[in-house]
């Protein structure tokens, strides 16, 4: 397959990907943060009942946790595209 039509073909694959990696990176914060805080639900920014540092922290837990799972999705994706092809997603 050449590059560009490797390329197109994979777009799709990524795109569920990235909508099934977010779902699981919800999820992995959600119960991250029940056991971290205690607390059912992670402060919104605008949380008026809710401190400067509670907040940066959830919002710094909550990227750390989208931008690993996202990478681990997307690797695996590539990983089994390289499978069924022969050739590495661009």
Do not use: C
């Not at 919104?44 to 690993?68: H, K, N, P, Y």
């Amino acid at each position: 397959m050449s590059r560009g039509i490797n390329k197109v073909a994979y777009k799709p694959v990524g795109v569920l990907l990235g909508v099934a990696a977010g779902a699981v990176a919800g999820a992995v914060f959600r119960q991250v943060w029940k056991m971290t805080a205690g607390d059912g639900e992670a402060p919104s920014a605008t949380d008026e009942d809710r401190g400067w540092a509670e907040i940066l922290a959830a919002a710094a837990l909550q990227g750390a946790i989208f931008a690993v799972v996202r990478a681990a999705v997307d690797r695996g994706g590539a990983v089994g595209v390289r499978r069924l092809t022969g050739h590495w997603p661009d």
